[in-house]
């Protein structure tokens, strides 16, 4: 160990904390300086030090010159950038880790940056997912957000460019729903999602995502396409047809049913079979089996010739 600066005059690299692989770089680079005249600058490169840790330099080197301009050796200048590096470093791991989520995830990470002269706004960032949902380049589309905008169906465009605009002064989490063209001719529906976060300056910074939810609004319309089927046969089927809840309470009731039984659907919604004559007294304990093996998920049949 050296207790003052005074005692390292005189010494080499090798006597010094750095390892041999270290004390050599420094020779190589020094003697290049000294053989080019030429100084480098921003030379990053390690040291090892006494306590075994290692240390990140950034080292400037230029040459030292006599009288008569030779090179006699070097003036260097050492910043010590550890805590940088460390930060750096962490940095780096928190974008791979980013990515590799982002990666990982369907959908399209973005931010998207609005500021007081601009509420329109530009997209800062896009993830691959930009490949996937919207078939660009997302370095590409950074350069050309036009590229995106091109993409909207007319008919959203404009409620999605409104929509941003409104959203610079609510600053508050927004969603919405809008349709595009991908540049291979598919229709694709898209939620976008994003939380803001303003800055001191007054920008807002969006990060959100998006999500193609193509299938899911296919299925949606089949579900609905459905359930218009099914009230289309329930209205008009010749036969009644009535709807309970789990506690057997009328929720549904055709026009058959009122027909049949002579009570409206005003009647006896949300009453229970106890609650009006649908049967005959003879009958109703047979219908309370078949009401209990439903509820069990059995399923069960009885028959009436009278009400």
């Given at each position: 160990t050296f207790s003052s600066p005074t005692e390292i005059i005189g010494k080499t690299d090798y006597d010094l904390p750095p390892t041999k692989e270290e004390s050599d770089w420094y020779r190589?680079?020094?003697?290049?300086i000294m053989e080019t005249n030429t100084p480098e600058f921003n030379i990053i490169e390690t040291l090892h030090r006494l306590d075994g840790s290692q240390a990140w330099l950034n080292t400037n080197k230029v040459p030292l010159h006599d009288q008569e301009g030779n090179v006699t050796g070097i003036v260097v200048s050492i910043e010590d950038i550890t805590e940088k590096k460390h930060t750096e470093a962490q940095l780096q791991e928190v974008t791979d880790r980013w990515q590799r989520i982002a990666?990982?995830?369907?959908g399209l990470f973005y931010q998207y940056c609005q500021s007081?002269?601009?509420?329109t706004?530009?997209?800062?960032?896009?993830?691959?997912?930009?490949?996937?949902i919207y078939e660009l380049d997302p370095?590409?589309?950074?350069?050309?957000?036009?590229?995106?905008?091109e993409l909207v169906h007319p008919d959203d465009l404009p409620i999605v460019q409104q929509f941003i605009t409104q959203a610079f002064t609510l600053e508050a989490i927004w969603q919405t729903e809008y349709r595009i063209t991908t540049p291979s001719g598919k229709l694709k529906w898209l939620q976008a999602t994003a939380t803001p976060c303003k800055q001191k300056d007054g920008n807002v910074y969006w990060d959100g995502i998006i999500l193609d939810t193509t299938e899911l609004k296919k299925t949606e319309v089949a579900l609905r396409q459905s359930k218009e089927k099914l009230r289309y046969f329930f209205e008009k089927s010749p036969l009644a047809a009535i709807e309970w809840d789990a506690d057997f309470r009328v929720v549904d009731w055709n026009h058959t049913a009122e027909k049949i039984f002579g009570?409206?659907?005003?009647?006896?919604?949300?009453?229970?079979?106890?609650?009006?004559?649908?049967?005959s007294p003879s009958a109703q304990d047979d219908v309370d089996l078949v009401i209990q093996k439903l509820l069990a998920g059995t399923g069960g049949?009885?028959?009436?010739?009278?009400?």
């Open positions: 190589e680079c020094d003697l290049r990666a990982s995830t369907p007081p002269t601009d509420p706004g530009k997209f800062t960032f896009l993830s691959d997912g930009c490949y996937d370095e590409v589309a950074l350069q050309n957000n036009s590229m995106l905008w009570y409206s659907k005003a009647e006896v919604f949300g009453k229970s079979n106890s609650e009006f004559n649908l049967v049949t009885f028959s009436i010739n009278e009400i």
